[in-house]
């Protein structure tokens, strides 16, 4: 039972466009969520997180969006960069803020390509 | 600053045999979460190591068992080992209420 949810396996855009990379979840208990990045022999390397208690969380070309009733989340990057091509992992926690110390729930990942 | 560091890199066994995987957190951490990750999956939480103790445990069989020393370095032990471990192990470390760094890994093959 899957409880974090990565529909798209892939995604190719164009560089200097938006990037929406998408996640839903299942388990009302969350209330910390967390965006990686993961490039191949590498270790998944944190972006941005946001609490449950926002809707918004910018940092720099990074924006995450949380619509807690419809239990959602995206990541938007604008504008989109050659080097942003990666894995982008969804995760979870319970806990609060300070859940993001505690057990993470990933989902399977979206391969993002931008195109130059 | 050294990050996450986890040792070996890649590694060879045969079903039945015991591996023992190490992980030093980054400098200034003292919590450390294990992750078994398959081919196409996202990473699936093991357990957590605080102060020495197994805080967290999720849905791993007891063959996997792990300690955490009083540097705050940590080992994962996996025992009688199935073809169905192959997988990349993740060591993540962070301070109380922080963000879950990661390690590169260990890439365990199972024949």
């Known amino acids: 039972d899957q409880q974090v949810k990565q529909n798209s396996p892939s995604l190719s855009v164009q560089e200097g466009r938006i990037s929406i990379l998408n996640c839903d979840y299942t388990?009302?208990?969350?209330?910390?969520f967390l965006w990686y990045k993961k490039y191949p022999a590498e270790g998944p390397t944190f972006l941005i997180s946001?609490?449950?208690?926002?809707d918004k969380n910018e940092d720099g070309r990074f924006t995450v969006f949380l619509n807690k009733s419809a239990k959602h989340l995206s990541l938007h990057i604008v504008p989109s960069q050659p080097g942003d091509s990666a894995v982008y992992f969804c995760?979870?926690?319970?806990?609060?803020?300070?859940?993001?110390?505690?057990?993470?729930?990933f989902g399977k990942g979206t391969l993002l390509t931008v195109n130059p | 600053d050294a990050g996450v560091t986890q040792s070996p890199t890649h590694l060879i066994k045969t079903r039945g045999q015991q591996v023992t995987l190490r992980c030093s957190p980054k400098?200034?951490?003292?919590?450390v979460s294990w992750y078994q990750q398959a081919l196409g999956q996202g990473p699936q939480f093991i357990f957590q190591y605080y102060e020495e103790e197994e805080r967290q445990r999720g849905n791993f069989p007891d063959r996997f068992s792990g300690h955490q020393f009083p540097n705050y370095s940590s080992e994962l032990n996996v025992n009688a080992l199935l073809l169905g471990d192959s997988a990349l192990y993740l060591c993540?470390?962070?301070?109380?209420?922080?963000?879950?760094?990661f390690g590169a890994g260990t890439r365990l093959s199972v024949l």
């Open positions: 993540a470390s962070s301070q109380t209420q922080n963000i879950q760094y």
């Open positions: 400098s200034g951490h003292d919590t």
């Open positions: 388990n009302s208990m969350f209330d910390y």
């Open positions: 946001i609490s449950s208690i926002k």
């Open positions: 995760a979870a926690s319970e806990g609060g803020s300070g859940g993001s110390n505690y057990k993470l729930t």
